[in-house]
């Protein structure tokens, strides 16, 4: 299955990488951007897309569909609200994750056990052989929430991120569009 870029999304040539992180806030182009890499990375090969958001309500569907619509059908798409690491394990493809907030979100109200579920994932990184990229929200650069559960939210997105950051060979911040390469060092 060929994939290719929509027209929004710029593919550009890029070093090889083994294991991507993109970070930015809420409309700053990571899913796009996490979508080039993929398709750097990726080939002719198709890459699987592991969707860990759920349509709660009418807003959200149509973030959805419109993520749907601008990656176009070359996309295999894998929903994994909460098992993000038993769906990593079945799939021997390049895979994008958007996002790793969400899903972090979906632990959290599920009650599930944040620091073991989050080192569970990063073993899963590491061992999946084919490239990976991960999407996530930086919600750590705002005022300090004034309720427990939104600063503990914070602070398991901080600590998530910190970690897979730690086994990424590539990482980048995106604002306005604009990816800033954090990792490696000196790279555009």
Not at 118 to 137: C, K, T
């Amino acid at each position: 299955m060929t994939m290719t870029a929509p027209a929004s999304v710029a593919v550009v040539p890029l070093p090889p990488f083994k294991r991507a992180l993109i970070l930015g806030g809420a409309r700053s182009g990571k899913s796009a951007r996490a979508e080039a890499l993929m398709l750097s990375a990726a080939g002719d090969g198709g890459a699987m897309y592991l969707a860990t958001s759920e349509a709660g309500d009418a807003e959200m569907a149509a973030r959805i569909a419109e993520h749907r619509a601008r990656r176009g059908a070359g996309w295999s798409t894998r929903e994994a609200p909460l098992d993000l690491v038993e769906a990593f394990a079945s799939e021997a493809r390049p895979v994008l994750v958007d996002c790793l907030t969400l899903w972090l979100s979906n632990l959290m109200a599920a009650g599930r056990e944040i620091a073991r579920e989050g080192e569970r994932l990063a073993r899963a990184i590491e061992s999946h052989a084919s490239p990976i990229v991960l999407v996530s929200n930086e919600v750590g650069m705002g005022i300090v929430p004034d309720n427990t559960l939104a600063r503990e939210f914070r602070d398991h997105a901080g600590r998530l991120h910190q970690r897979i950051a730690a086994i990424a060979d590539r990482v980048e911040l995106v604002v306005a569009g604009l990816p800033l390469v954090l990792k490696p060092q000196g790279d555009s």
